[in-house]
């Protein structure tokens, strides 16, 4: 009867997110997608143990089962969150199947530098978009048509830089062969640039 409730209170947690969520996205602002999911599962996980806490039905689990009932709730969230939305909403990978269906079930191969750089830029406002996620997050800041890294964005880079060299594989698949290409993406870029700035 216990595992019962436990999937009846977690099918209710279920609904519960995905009410939240679809309210926040159809009648609320949302500055960065991933964070305001984040905060829907959050909502959705307090909502749900309020709900297990005062209906008696639910009143057979223990403190420390309604906290890994809790904690597990948010973890279910938070897959939600990475998964689902901000998945979709940021995947080149389903934007290249979603362009190939707009374009009528087929784009040439030799084409696609064309549309990522003509088109999916503009029309996922790449830019607009990532500068918005990254100043929210406090790792830019845009001051006078400049762009600079804050001291956060600055560590996080250079984690993330470290983390690519050594932890990402010396071996993957691009298009047929093998390459370490990904490891170094800047390995090739040019040094004479004329748009930095201070």
């Known amino acids: 009867m216990k595992y019962l409730k436990l999937i009846v209170a977690t099918a209710i947690y279920g609904v519960l997110l995905l009410a939240i969520y679809y309210a926040h996205i159809a009648y609320f602002k949302v500055n960065v997608l991933f964070y305001s999911s984040i905060i829907d599962a959050v909502i959705a996980a307090a909502v749900a143990i309020t709900l297990i806490v005062t209906i008696k039905w639910f009143r057979v689990f223990s403190l420390f089962e309604g906290l890994q009932l809790l904690c597990i709730w948010l973890l279910l969230g938070y897959s939600f969150a990475i998964s689902v939305p901000t998945v979709i909403d ?82 993957r698949l691009l298009l047929g062969e093998y390459s370490d290409a990904l490891t170094d993406p800047f390995r090739n870029s040019s040094t004479q640039m004329d748009y930095t700035c201070n």
């Open 90 to 171: 940021r995947s080149l990978s389903f934007y290249i199947l979603e362009k190939i269906q707009q374009r009528g079930g087929g784009i040439k191969f030799d084409a696609f530098d064309q549309v990522f750089t003509k088109e999916y830029v503009k029309e996922h406002r790449l830019v607009d978009v990532r500068l918005t996620e990254q100043q929210q997050s406090g790792t830019i800041a845009i001051k006078d048509g400049c762009v600079k890294l804050t001291e956060r964005g600055n560590t996080i880079a250079t984690a993330s830089r470290y983390f690519r060299a050594h932890f990402l594989p010396k071996q």
